[in-house]
């Protein structure tokens, strides 16, 4: 009537079938991971993957208050990378409403604010009152010495935090 295994396969037949699984589910993954290869190689290889991201170092930071609650923020930025970024944003969570400000080139005497500022490849920005500077508006009063945290926003490497400290000078 029937085997003492119950199916309808021969005893020999099992081990090929068996071993054809066993094959067949090796060579999925392998499979896979040759697809994601072959995809990866194309991806590199015509520029889609991008640049690399700027390393941007941050240094020098000081705040020079004048006697009245203006002061403004001074940096120096080393884009120490292979790809230029742009600085987009500069804040102080210890001091409020701040902004990037330069010289308007068109009419002398007064600032603009600047949509954005690049600082190129292997190159440096230093900040300055006849510059780019961080205008900060209705400060509290700063001691010399006192240190305060900044945040400076960048296009592509995003948020480099940064310290400056209160100078003992003024601005005028």
């Known amino acids: 009537m029937s085997s ?3 199916d309808r396969t021969t005893p020999r037949c099992r081990p090929r079938r068996t071993t054809a699984r066993g094959v067949r589910a090796a060579l999925v993954p392998v499979g896979g991971c040759a697809l994601a290869l072959a995809l990866l190689t194309g991806y590199t290889a015509t520029g889609a993957a991008g640049e690399p991201t700027p390393r941007i170092r941050v240094s020098g930071g000081r705040v020079v208050q ?12 080393r ?8 600085l987009i944003f500069a804040d102080s969570p210890e001091l ?3 902004m990037l400000r330069e010289p308007d080139r068109k009419r002398p005497g007064t600032v603009r604010r600047p949509k954005a500022v690049t600082v190129r490849a292997h190159s440096t920005l230093r900040m300055s009152r006849e510059g780019i500077h961080v205008a900060l508006l ?4 700063l001691r010399p010495g006192q240190r305060v945290s900044f945040n400076l926003w960048f296009s592509v490497r995003g948020r480099v935090g940064a310290e400056a400290m ?7």
Not at 79 to 86: A, S, Y
Not at 166 to 172: A, E, F, G, K, Y
């Open 66 to 77: 004048s006697t009245g609650q203006t002061a403004a923020a001074y940096f120096e930025i």
């Open 4 to 6: 003492a295994t119950d």
């Open 138 to 141: 209705d400060p509290p009063t």
């Open 166 to 172: 209160r100078s003992h000078l003024t601005d005028r």
């Open 79 to 86: 884009n120490i990378g292979d790809t230029d970024d742009t």
């Open 96 to 98: 409020g409403v701040s």
